[in-house]
């Protein structure tokens, strides 16, 4: 007797625990990844993935870039993912994002490159950091006909040689001519400019875009000058910059420790004129190296994405990568949000994930991106729409902070 109550008491073991199992067994295969996780998961398991990749720096000191366009294309994945997908000829497909560290130079990009399309078989890139990288990158991603969507600055990456690359950030083309009129709008009577930048593609392409801008404009260019990367030393080159006397000096593509040196050697010279950086990113990191010889400089590519100018989703984003991956985003950082909105209007209006049908769709839809709904443009200058029609932001450091002063539409 007793021994059939142990086997009686066995069995409800069992039989109790087995509900148990199964549940947890349920939970854990059809868990959902929250926006928190930025896996670019769903929540249906019957849905197909669609990999898309992102090629860019996440070691140096251009690590935040990558960082960040890492995370942000992970919270537009889950975005989509969680509100279904998109569906093609009735099948439901999710996004899941693969990145890698291209170092900043060729060679990684070219390494990451072949890592992405021949490995990892992404069917879209949807973000890519520096003109080397991005160039390598359209090596392969061209011949293939990936849709691939960039930050990189250089317009040598652009027109119709390129035709299945898109830009969704602001270039040369698209920032220099609203920032120096809204510039020349502020301070009247400027007649002359010094404009210096460093001595590469990123540096050259930003400088051709400029001179020509400042020659439109009237302004007299007096000095036209290029620095090595790594240098340290600039008290002869503004020394040379400063016996010509401009009203402004402009440092183009300049990154935030080359302009913060060159900054400070010109407060220690007693120049105080109009200053600005047109691939200016990050106030904050700017202030960082030049200290108060930052004080009233202007920024073309430095959003305020915290402040009353920002959408309430970029704010969102913002506030969500301070908490989570302790990185501030820049405009950089939201570059692959725009090219995931991009995908998705153009797959939504096509119906495909052919390249050439989505290049057809990518003409005419509107996309809804981080500042508000907008479509691509630039059919005049590049050959066909290739350019989203971001609204170009005017950044000047005041009090030693970053703020942003104005956002003018180019979405016309």
Not at 230 to 239: A, D, K, L, P
Not at 251 to 267: C, F, W, Y
Not at 281 to 292: K, M
Not at 327 to 354: F, H, R, V, W
């Amino acid at each position: 007797m007793k021994k059939d109550r142990k086997s009686f008491k066995k069995i409800l073991c069992i039989t109790a625990l087995v509900p148990l199992l199964f549940l947890s067994a349920c939970s854990g295969n059809g868990s959902s990844s929250s926006s928190n996780s930025g896996s670019g998961n769903a929540t249906d398991e019957k849905a197909e993935v669609i990999k898309v990749g992102i090629t860019a720096p996440m070691s140096g000191a251009a690590a935040n870039w990558g960082i960040t366009q890492e995370w942000v294309a992970k919270q537009a994945a889950n975005e989509i993912n969680e509100k279904g997908g998109v569906t093609v000829d009735g099948k439901k497909y999710i996004f899941e994002v693969v990145a890698y560290d291209n170092k900043y130079n060729s060679t990684g990009g070219a390494q990451v490159a072949q890592t992405l399309i021949n490995k990892d078989k992404v069917k879209f890139i949807v973000g890519s950091v520096g003109s080397a990288p991005t160039q390598a990158l359209q090596t392969l991603s061209e011949k293939a006909k990936i849709l691939h969507f960039t930050s990189a600055w250089s317009p040598a990456i652009k027109g119709n040689d390129f035709p299945y690359t898109y830009t969704t950030l602001n270039t040369p083309n698209e920032v220099i001519d609203p920032l120096v009129t809204y510039i020349l709008e502020q301070n009247k009577g400027l007649k002359s400019v010094a404009v210096i930048n460093p001595n590469d593609a990123s540096g050259l392409d930003t400088a051709k875009v400029a001179l020509k801008v400042w020659k439109e404009k009237g302004l007299n260019i007096v000095v036209e000058d290029y620095y090595e990367r790594g240098t340290t030393e600039f008290s002869q080159i503004v020394t040379k910059i400063l016996a010509e006397k401009p009203d402004i000096i402009d440092l183009g593509g300049s990154p935030p420790g080359d302009a913060g040196l060159i900054l400070k050697s010109l407060e220690e010279q007693g120049w105080d004129g109009v200053k600005l950086i047109g691939a200016g990113t990050s106030g904050d990191q700017l202030v960082e190296a030049a200290g108060e010889a930052a004080e009233g400089v202007y920024l073309g590519l430095a959003p305020d994405f915290t402040g009353d100018t920002a959408t309430e989703r970029q704010k969102d984003l913002a506030k969500r990568a301070k908490e989570e991956i302790n990185e501030t985003l820049n405009s950089i950082s939201m570059q692959p949000y725009e090219a995931m909105m991009a995908l998705k209007a153009a797959i939504d209006e096509s119906g495909t994930l052919d390249s050439d049908k989505l290049k057809e769709a990518l003409a005419k839809v509107e996309v809804d991106s981080s500042f508000g709904v907008t479509k691509f443009g630039g059919e005049d200058l590049y050959g066909f729409p290739q350019q989203l029609l971001l609204p170009v932001t005017v950044t000047q450091i005041i009090d030693g902070a970053s703020v942003e002063v104005n956002r003018i539409s180019t979405n016309q």
